[in-house]
C-alpha cells in the first residue's frame, strides 16, 4: 500500500503544475488528459494534430502515468481534468466513494488487424512449460497496478482453466520494466500492452493461452476517458467540448489506423522502428458496452474487492 501511495503521490504532484490554467486570451481552455504510457496513447496525439480539440477550443496536454488507478485521484480531485482508466479500477473508485464518470469510450479487447495476439493485453512467457491460464498457478505474473484488471482477469482465466487463482502471485511493475523481469526470472510471466508484445514475441517469448482480456469478459473494453463528477457539474461546457473531441478523434483513427502508427514514437521515442511497423494496434470503440461492464462487477463482488454491488449506472454517462 505504500508504493501505491508514493506512485499516486508523484503523479498529483507532477500533473498539479501541467494542468491548465483556465482560458487563454483568445478563449482557447488548457485541458489535460492523462494516458497510459503506451502505443495506444498515440490515438490521441493524432486526434490533436488533426486539430479536432482546436476546432472545440482546447488546448490539450498529454501526461501519461503507470496505470489509470494512479490517475484517479488526480482527476477526482481537479488536479487534472481528464484520464483513462480500466472499468475496474473506476467501479472500485465509485464503491470507495470517489464520484468518477466516464464520458466516452477509448479503447476495446482485441487488435485492429489480424496478428500476433487476439488482445489488447495478455500473458507472456519465456517458459515452454506455461501454456495456458493453469499453468499460472503457482507462478508469479508482472502486473502494472495491483487489485486492477490486470489480475482481476487472470484470476478468472486460472479459475475458468481449472486453476487455482490463490496460488498466482502477482508483482506491480510498469510495462517498460517487465523485460528485464522476465529476461532475468524475476517473475515467471508478465501481463502486458502494445508495443512490449511485439517487442517480447521478436525476442522469442510466447502468449499464454487463455489469458487474453476477453478470455475473462467477452467484450470488456480495456480503457475508458472519466472525469469527475465535480467538473461535469461545474463546467459542462467544457465536458461537452471534450467529449465532442474524443468522438472526432475515435471516429477518425478507427478508419486511419496508419496515422496512429506513425504517431507510435510520439508516445515512445526509443522503440525500435522495426516493431513499430509490426506492432499490433489497439482497437478504438465508438461506445461504451453495458454487458461487459456488469460482468466485470459481478466478478468485483466474487473477489470481494467491493463492498457494495457495481455502481455501473453512476460511472456511465
Known amino acids: ?57 482546447l488546448d490539450l496536454s498529454v501526461e501519461t502515468g503507470q496505470g489509470g488507478a494512479a490517475l484517479l485521484p488526480a482527476v477526482s480531485s481537479g488536479q487534472m481534468e481528464f484520464a483513462s482508466s480500466t472499468p475496474v479500477s473506476l467501479l472500485l473508485a465509485r464503491d470507495r466513494g470517489l464520484d468518477v464518470r466516464v464520458i466516452a469510450p477509448w479503447t476495446g479487447d482485441g487488435t485492429a488487424a489480424e496478428g500476433t495476439v487476439a488482445s489488447a493485453n495478455v500473458v507472456l512467457a519465456a517458459d515452454p512449460a506455461i501454456r495456458g491460464a493453469a499453468d499460472l498457478d503457482g507462478r508469479t505474473v508482472a502486473i502494472n497496478a495491483l487489485t486492477s484488471v490486470g489480475d482481476l482477469t487472470i484470476r478468472e482465466a486460472v479459475r475458468q482453466a481449472g486453476g487455482d487463482p490463490d496460488g498466482v502471485t502477482f508483482v506491480e511493475m510498469g510495462f517498460a520494466d517487465m523485460p528485464a523481469a522476465l529476461a532475468q526470472g524475476n517473475v515467471d510471466g508478465v501481463w502486458t500492452a502494445e508495443p512490449f508484445i511485439s517487442s517480447l514475441i521478436a525476442e522469442g517469448h510466447h502468449a499464454v493461452e487463455g489469458t ?22 461545474s463546467d459542462p461546457e467544457l465536458v461537452a467540448a471534450m467529449t465532442r473531441a474524443l468522438e472526432k478523434t475515435l471516429a477518425y483513427v478507427g478508419e486511419h489506423p496508419d496515422d496512429v502508427r506513425a ?3 510520439t508516445v515512445l521515442s526509443e522503440l525500435d522502428p522495426d516493431i513499430v511497423a509490426r506492432l499490433d494496434l489497439d482497437v478504438y470503440d465508438t461506445e461504451v458496452p453495458r454487458d461487459p461492464l456488469v460482468r466485470v462487477g459481478e466478478l468485483l463482488e466474487l473477489e470481494g474487492w467491493i463492498e457494495n454491488p457495481a455502481d455501473i449506472d453512476g460511472l456511465l454517462p
Not at 508523484?10 to 478563449?27: F, N, S, Y
Not at 473494453?221 to 469527475?228: A, D, E, G
Open 212 to 233: 487474453n482480456n476477453s478470455d475473462a469478459v467477452p467484450q470488456m473494453p480495456t480503457q475508458l476517458i472519466f472525469t469527475s463528477g465535480g467538473l461535469i457539474e
Open 1 to 57: 500500500m505504500r508504493r501505491i501511495a508514493v506512485i499516486v503521490a508523484v503523479v498529483v504532484l507532477a500533473v498539479t503544475a501541467a494542468c491548465g490554467e483556465g482560458e487563454d486570451d483568445d478563449g482557447v481552455r488548457d485541458v489535460t488528459i492523462g494516458l497510459l504510457p503506451a502505443s495506444v496513447t498515440a490515438a490521441i496525439h493524432v486526434g490533436i494534430d488533426q486539430g479536432f480539440f482546436e476546432e472545440e477550443g
Open 263 to 265: 504517431h507510435v514514437p
